[in-house]
């Protein structure tokens, strides 16, 4: 296409810009089955924490720090949480905080 001059040319692109937004995503095929495996495998594995003894000592482990604090915690940020397992926890002796 011939630019006869930069206004036509930014007219052009503010239409293809337009359009692109206006495309729905197309559906991955895989999508679902990906999702359904992880929320199987995040169920085992949550059942799991649940009675794995290192796990458990560990959130002991981190509940006591939290205990252990002068004032308690306002917020709390866990990285790489995984099942939830441990703010739950956290949220049960620490309501008031923020996670």
Avoid at 22 to 31: A, D, G, T, Y
Avoid at 57 to 70: A, I, T, Y
Avoid at 75 to 87: A, F, I, N
Wanted: with cysteine; aromatic share 8%.
């Amino acid at each position: 296409m011939r630019f006869i001059d930069g206004r036509l040319a930014l007219h052009e692109l503010e239409l293809r810009q337009t359009r692109t937004l206006q495309q729905k995503p197309r559906p991955n095929p895989l999508e679902s089955e990906t999702r359904e495996f992880y929320d199987r495998f995040w169920q085992r594995e949550n059942e799991s924490n649940r009675i794995n003894p290192a796990t458990v000592h560990r959130f002991r482990l981190v509940l006591q720090e939290l205990k252990d604090l002068k004032r308690p915690p306002e917020m709390v940020l866990d990285l790489g949480c995984g099942t939830g397992e441990l703010l739950r926890r956290i949220h049960k002796e620490f309501p008031q905080a923020r996670l």
